[in-house]
């Protein structure tokens, strides 16, 4: 007699927990996240939860002594290497039948007034937060590249472009500079992130909080939060702090990927901006000429895998219910944290890349003193000399240029006064008073740049002052990092001062 489909998968599923299929799919996948990801966080809520209850007077100083001493027990690295056998349903139990086992039943008031809930919330949050504060600081050192480079670029004249199009000259300093800024909005997005991120669950317990007169403020501090998550229900409901968190690292990496698709073009033999030193090239198996630039493609690919899994985390944060649960903890966390460290990761490549790369100023220069583009100025200038309006200068310029292209004349030499005249007597009846001095000068790309001293332009002195401001802010946003990574440290000091007092280890 055949058997039934669902006789064959009760024999293969089992019939007590965990399932094979359950396990395969979700616990065990879980269950390594965890043993990985937040047995140093979980241990530390331990330390810090039971500090909080013996200042309470929730647990005596003797029971306190003897599950320290189990907390102190136990073996992180060894716990990491465990694997998930179905005997306890997650990490947390796990943990919790270790303590008990070596304190005995005192350790089950470990969890007084306390939940997986809130202390989920909290691990989940201090695992984020010290990867924000890694990637902030990858993030930083890319900056100091970016500022080196500038100052490195301030008189390397090259052209940009608009549409795709030549537009006007300018520098790469100013694009590197422009890359600067937009990396600091990244980091100010981060930063932003890291507040929401930076507040204590704990003391929310399962929804409503406790009966218990427990101190949420005094875990707050123990554990290095910064805020407390006022509203029990928020506490542990909230996942906007990862949704921020996830659209904070997927517009860094947006932005990133514009460049470097900039990158990939200028790389090319045609446009010839730049050599990719050698460390960062791959050959063709067929083509010996071939010097791939294949360290950029991976970063452009990876870019978009970061931009997709934050979207992953959003999605699936999408229309699930406000309460505790697995959606947005235990599925979620991981896209983040992956999506956060291959950011990081590209911020170390690139600033390998751009530090050792060979720029090919004179390739550049060239272009741009061939270029039609120096041209904005020349209108600027009939304004200036001649008295046009600008709208009247435009007409003639555009009008020069149009009649060279049709002559097939492509480059900026065969711009003569000659050709001016002719055009500006159509246009607007008269010749201009410029000589041929005057007119080589607001033709060459680096008097272009040159006057371009506004704030935000790309002259070398304006650059200069630009680039004191941008170390300024740099050392600001070092300041901040070292200011949370100090707060965090001086934390895990505290507890861990007040429970080697207690288990006598430092006697």
């Given at each position: 007699?055949?058997?039934?489909?669902?006789?064959?998968?009760?024999?293969?599923?089992?019939?007590?927990f965990p399932s094979k299929t359950y396990t395969s799919i979700v616990l065990e996948p879980a269950y390594d996240e965890a043993k990985q990801q937040f047995i140093d966080s979980m241990v530390e809520i331990h330390k810090a939860h039971l500090i909080m209850l013996v200042e309470q007077g929730l647990v005596g100083k003797e029971g306190a002594r003897k599950i320290a001493k189990a907390v102190a027990s136990l073996d992180a690295e060894e716990i990491k290497n465990r694997i998930y056998t179905g005997e306890f349903e997650d990490l947390f139990f796990e943990v919790e039948h270790a303590l008990i086992e070596e304190a005995g039943d005192i350790a089950g008031n470990l969890h007084?007034?306390?939940?997986?809930?809130?202390?989920?919330?909290?691990i989940y949050r201090m695992t984020l937060r010290k990867k924000l504060l890694i990637l902030v600081e990858k993030a930083l050192k890319l900056r100091e590249a970016l500022i080196e480079l500038t100052e490195e670029h301030k008189e390397t004249v090259m052209i940009g472009y608009t549409h795709t199009q030549q537009a006007q000259p300018t520098t790469l300093a100013h694009y590197l500079n422009a890359m600067t800024d937009m990396l600091t909005r990244d980091i100010s997005r981060l930063q932003a992130a890291y507040k929401t991120v930076n507040r204590s669950s704990m003391?929310?317990?399962a929804l409503t909080t406790s009966g218990f007169g427990i101190s949420r403020e005094r875990m707050k501090e123990l554990l290095g939060f910064e805020e407390i998550i006022d509203n029990a229900w928020d506490a542990v409901a909230g996942a906007d702090y990862i949704a921020e968190t996830a659209t904070a690292v997927q517009l860094s990496s947006l932005n990133l990927g514009r460049s470097i698709q900039d990158f990939l073009l200028w790389g090319t033999q045609e446009y010839g901006a730049f050599l990719l030193s050698a460390p960062y090239v791959q050959i063709s198996s067929i083509m010996p000429q071939k010097r791939n630039p294949v360290s950029i493609e991976h970063m452009r690919g990876l870019l978009s895998s970061v931009a997709g899994d934050c979207q992953t985390v959003l999605l699936m944060l999408h229309n699930t219910p406000f309460g505790d649960?697995?959606?947005t903890e235990d599925d979620m966390q991981p896209y983040i944290w992956k999506a956060i460290e291959k950011l990081g990761g590209i911020y170390d490549l690139l600033t390998c890349v751009l530090l050792t790369m060979e720029v090919n100023k004179e390739t550049l220069l060239k272009r741009a003193k061939e270029s039609?583009?120096?041209?904005?100025?020349?209108?600027?200038?009939?304004v200036r000399k001649d008295g046009l309006s600008f709208r009247q200068a435009h007409h003639?310029?555009?009008?020069?240029?149009k009649e060279l292209l049709q002559g097939g004349k492509t480059t900026l030499e065969s711009l003569t006064l000659k050709i001016l005249n002719i055009q500006s007597k159509k246009v607007v009846g008269k010749e201009t008073v410029l000589t041929e001095e005057e007119l080589k000068q607001c033709l060459s790309p680096k008097y272009f740049v040159q006057i371009r001293d506004l704030e935000g332009g790309p002259s070398p002195s304006r650059m200069e002052k630009t680039i004191q401001i941008r170390l300024n802010e740099q050392n600001q946003l070092a300041s901040w990092l070292n200011e949370k990574q100090e707060h965090l440290s001086t934390a895990t000091t505290v507890v861990y001062e007040i429970i080697t007092e207690w288990t006598g280890e430092n006697e």
């Open positions: 007699m055949k058997t039934s489909l669902r006789d064959q998968i009760i024999k293969k599923e089992g019939t007590t007084i007034a306390r939940s997986r809930n809130d202390m989920g919330i909290a003391g929310a317990a649960i697995v959606d039609f583009a120096n041209v904005t100025e020349l209108a600027d200038t009939l003639v310029v555009s009008a020069t240029v």
